[in-house]
């Protein structure tokens, strides 16, 4: 079985100050890793994901993460924030279990103060 | 394109009436999911359709009724639903069966039960 665990369910910051979202996950197999982001009253939208390969991941917005095995981690940063990134973000491993299993961390909401 | 659409944006509903939730993707991903989402949870998975059959159903109760009329279309029929099925319903598409697949989620339904 897989899991995700978020252990920030808030994370205050001042715009432009950097930011960094924390993840860490548990499986027994191959792991691959996603970060959504949730605008309030929305969907989720993908931020970015980790299949192989590079273990640093950039994606949308100026945000990226980076893969760490050994620490089994998948941390979100982003070096200089802004108003419109306040959101919950969602950290997610996905599993085959006959079809695509997502598990969900708890989420973080980021608060960017002005 | 990567979007998924869902109608309405947003729904009141008495618990004696019979509504209907609409998804439509035309990316040709044949994985459809259903999700419900309470306030500052994590989603929670209710059905999958792969290729058109309903593979899973996470104990959903049977007034939630699914139905995929075909690989574009996901629809979730509601009938005497209860006050705390007020939630967020997701919709999501992906590839089946593919555990790199990426989701990728729409905007979300808003339902009030009354």
């Known amino acids: 079985a897989q899991s995700v665990t978020q252990l920030d369910s808030q994370v205050p910051v001042f715009e432009e100050a950097p930011v960094e979202l924390r993840c860490n996950y548990s499986?027994?197999?191959?792991?691959?890793l996603f970060w959504y982001v949730q605008y309030p009253n929305q969907g989720l939208q993908l931020l970015l994901k980790?299949?192989?390969?590079?273990?640093l991941v950039k994606g949308i917005n100026g945000f990226e993460a980076e893969f760490n095995k050994s620490q089994t981690s998948f941390h979100l940063r982003k070096p200089s924030v802004h108003i419109s990134d306040t959101a919950e973000y969602f950290c997610?491993?996905?599993?085959?279990?006959?079809?695509?299993?997502?598990?969900f961390g708890t989420g973080t909401k980021l608060q960017v103060i002005p | 394109d990567t979007e998924v659409t869902q109608t309405p944006k947003h729904l009141v509903m008495g618990m004696t009436n019979k509504k209907s939730l609409k998804c439509e993707q035309h990316?040709?991903?044949?994985?459809m999911y259903w999700y419900k989402q309470k306030a500052k949870k994590p989603p929670e998975l209710m059905f999958v359709y792969s290729y058109e059959k309903l593979s899973i159903n996470e104990s959903v109760p049977s007034r939630f009724s699914p139905e995929c009329p075909n690989s574009s279309l996901l629809n979730l029929h509601l009938h005497a639903l209860q006050p705390e099925d007020s939630a967020l319903y997701l919709c999501?598409?992906?590839?089946?069966?593919?555990?790199?697949?990426?989701?990728?989620f729409g905007p979300g339904t808003r339902l009030t039960v009354l």
């Open positions: 990316m040709g991903h044949r994985a």
């Open positions: 499986s027994s197999v191959s792991v691959y």
């Open positions: 980790y299949l192989s390969g590079s273990t």
């Open positions: 997610a491993v996905s599993e085959l279990k006959g079809y695509q299993k997502v598990t």
């Open positions: 999501a598409s992906s590839q089946p069966q593919g555990r790199t697949d990426t989701q990728y």
